[in-house]
């Protein structure tokens, strides 16, 4: 149904999206092919976010990289970006919202997508696993990093590391971390990077040490039966409490094997922390400029998880991806394509006819 | 050994409905917080007791729930209130409160208090 | 002979009163063991005796200590104790001039302007009709400070004054009664009879112009008999027992009388020596900042004494030893609380519970104790170890892999007869390695080490040896930018004063920058090992408020030198939080000064002894 005798104003309406991330990058291509005027204002000097800094994406393993191009071809076509953006104010008028950044730019939009994503947990917090003070403990991220700079996995003292484990809810599920929610993305990451590691050094021994294993996705049950039967990787039922180190650098764990119901302990080459995913700090200030309410967890509050989980309370105010909550990629990039139609919809909805009423045009 | 006047029976199953669970009442009244328990062992990989005694604060808890009675006297009297698993519990749980409470369930029990 | 019925109640009181005294005191003394007995007796033949006479008169009489912290309380205690005590000190000089024949009952002087109505004939009278007016217009000065304290208790500083009981009630009823029905006693007699001085003549004369005096001056005298009476018979019963009692701790702590593990008769004196004054409150942290109000020292000493207290007081104290400190009675309230604790869990069913993992003793001239906390803040433990090796120290870390409790947190759960079988343990294994002295990093463990091993070596925290270390030349501490506050933990603050040692070594340092709440007014972390029920939400209050009062934020550091200490303040500051090896080492590594990695020494060595 399209309503054409009303259709005299063709002017274009815009969108900004703070944050060119998966979520940032997937809804400015949809919203820009609907016929929107997408700028999308990124922090850093290139587009991505997170997915810059992983190598290989859960179940299936795929490389990142190509995954990161569709996205940027994706956007490449009509999309204006500004990076290197500091946002210092946001005003919402009667039109949109202004955006005010460094260099004294100015965006205007009608409406404002908020795909700014979360932190990662800083794992020197939790200092008695020895991040920052022991050398031979290092984070999800930092190993990501490795597999991508393609060099071999070492100890900090150029050795092969024969003995490596994975900490299960490194700032997740941990009040005292401050972070009461899981993160959801680490089980599934740890069984992969896990499967990596046992691949590039078949004959290292790998052990996982968790709470509960949330295997809730499509393919992730296959990845762990695949960690157990190719690659022998051990699935210990604990958590951890603090690490010791060696004389000569290794690790000393001692945890508690909850199935066995006994303190068990453990030399290592190398400590690796599932480090979680957490409300953004940093991006904190530009949810505080919009008066964004947030939910207990510290993500954005959404105004209804069910019926409107990207609507905040302010109209014309939208938010998807990491900033409401952990996410896979996959649910981030199903969120994006969802938000962009929800946008597109408001959008058009807003267009005004002759008489100067506001008029509901279904687009098409 | 206090005498509670029952026996776990020699069948190695947890009888649950043999077992008396005054103990987790009478803990969880004045402290909430152990229902908090997500029983994860972080307590227990803390202890400084439990490497060298049979002891784990994350089984006793257990123990409690599942009305075990007799377990709980084996070795509630063998934590060292270091309190480090106070710093560890990841849900906030108030450890050492928790087994000061068993500890002095267990002297009510015997003064046939509870 | 002197004497009118109205005499009894008071005669009858003060009877009731001295022989419960009397029993008391014997009872307590009967109580002690051997030493402290012979203590007592060489007490009150050495010069000790006057010393404990001055500090009496200080205290109990001028209330000097209450005086220092709070003029407006000071002076209602010292215008009530001193004031009544010169009413009788003087009213018995008075009765004694005026009549130095004739029989001198204990009620004369106290009812003296009755059986001496018009002294006018005695020479010195207006002297002595003066003073007593005055000092009886002191005394109800006192009186009426204490009526408007208990009604507007915030005027006096204080945010919260204590609860009664029934004796109490009674007893400060009675007293307040007192003092008022001695002046209308006065009065309406003078108004009969003339005499009195500017108050009770004047007054007197005032009252005698609407009212009939010829009536009523007698039954004022009963009522001044009879509250006196009452307020005799309730004393012991009441708070006001400390009147007494606080005699008898002063007597004995000149004389060498503390706190034993046990309960003994010097505990009951402490117990009944609070005269409830109410300063620990104010101090407690728990009360200003974790809004608990049950566990104070004044109710936790109230509980004691009538045998109702709960586990819940008893263990959801910081033990910070805050309210020790301000007591101006200086009651030893840790030292009970610890009997305390003890007695309430009662004696352990046999069950081996001090089995330890023990390492092998290994030979060196220094032990390393990090303590159990440290293991939580490697950063800490990793600092130390760093330090030890760069001094070229030869030490064994004793505790490398943890498992070894010093056996502090099991007395403060009052367990120490589980205690005691730990640190004989930990003992031997110190003796054996022949070190000289023994350094931990955790005020804790300090603490009991110092405290309760009766070891023959020196025992440091490591604030103290790093400053060797530093003064040594052993370790070259840098400059860095910026200032810090200095935090002291509770164990190393008021009851063991290691303030100067962290301060120096810090100073090497960074600027070290002072505020109220340090030393002696040090404020606990909020993190206590001593508290044993205190929620998440009560301890993070008070990190808090601490950590605001303590005004750090704006300072390069706040520097501590305990692990549970760092822990807290790590929470809720807004500054760097470092323990002051860590600071060490960081300024080292700053200024290039040679500091050597730290691999730890020992393989993992245990080997279990049960029992
Ligand atoms: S996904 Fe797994 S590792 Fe991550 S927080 Fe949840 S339970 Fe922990
Ligand atoms: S307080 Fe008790 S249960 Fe907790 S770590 Fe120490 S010894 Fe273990
Ligand atoms: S650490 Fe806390 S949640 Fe985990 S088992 Fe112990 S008490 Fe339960
Ligand atoms: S304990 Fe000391 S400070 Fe507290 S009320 Fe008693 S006498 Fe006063
Ligand atoms: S020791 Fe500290 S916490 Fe305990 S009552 Fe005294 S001031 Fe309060």
Known sequence: MLDTSNRTEEIMKSVAIIGGGVAGMEAAARLSKCGHAVTIIERNEQLGGRLNQWHALFPARKPALPLLMSLKQGISDGVNVIINAHITGIEKNEDGFAIMLNKNRVVTANTLLLTTGFDIFEAERKEEYGYGIYDNVITSVDLEQVFRSGKPIQTAGGKTPKRIGFVHCVGSRDEKAGNLHCSKVCCVTAVKQAIEVKEMLPSSEVFLYYMDLRMFGRHFEELYKEAQFKHSIQFIRARLSEAFENPDGSLQIRIEDTLLAKPLKMSLDMLVLMVGIQPPKKAGNILDMLKLERDTDGFVLQEDQYVSPFKTKIPGLYCAGGVTGPKTIEETLTEARAVAAEISEYLGRRRINYAGQEQYVMEL | ?114 | MKFDLFVLPFTLGVIFLLGYLGYKYATWFRGLNKSDRSKVISGFFSVRLFRAVNEIIMESLLHRNIFRRNRLLGFMHMSLAFGWFLLIAIGNLESRVYEPTSMNLPYVPIFFKFFNANPDAFPLHRVFSFTMDLLLLLVLGGVALAFLKRFFSKAYGMKRTTRLMLGDRLALTTLWLIFPLRLLAESFTSAVYGGGDFLTGTFGSFLGSFLPAANLYYPAWWAYSLSLGVFFLALPFSRYMHIPTEVVLILSRHFGLAEHAERTPFTEVEINSCSRCGVCLDACQLSFAGGVQNIQSTYQLKSIRYNSIQPTESFGCNMCGRCDNVCPVGIDISGIRMITRNELNGKVPDVSFAEQSMPHAHKSDVIYFAGCMTHQTPSIKKAMVSLLETAGVNYWFMDEWGGLCCGRPMMLAGHKAQADIMIEKNRKLIIESGARILVTSCPICYKVFAKEYNLNIRVMHHTQYLLELAESHKIRPGHLAGNAVYHDPCELSRDIKVYEEPRKLLGKMVQVKSNEFEKDNALCCGNSLANLSADNDIRRKVTEDAYIKMNASGSQYLVTSCPMCKKAFEKVADVEVKDIAELVVRSMQKSRSPVKASGLKVAHPVEVIAG
Not at chain 2, 59 to 70: F, H, K, S, Y
Not at chain 2, 86 to 113: D, W
């Open chain 2, 1 to 114: 050994m206090i005498n509670f006047g029952y026996k776990i029976q020699a069948d190695r199953q947890v009888d649950y409905d043999a077992g008396n669970h005054r103990i987790f009442d009478f803990v969880r009244k004045s402290e909430p917080s152990i229902d908090w328990c997500m029983s994860c062992g972080t307590c227990a990989s803390a202890c400084t007791a439990s490497a060298s005694t049979e002891y784990s604060l994350c089984r006793l808890i257990l123990n409690a729930r599942r009305g075990m009675e007799d377990e709980i006297l084996k070795s509630v009297y063998r934590c060292r209130f270091c309190g480090k698993c106070i710093n560890a519990c990841p849900r906030g749980v108030n450890t050492r409160n928790i087994v000061y409470l068993m500890q002095l369930a267990v002297t009510k029990i015997s003064k046939h208090e509870i």
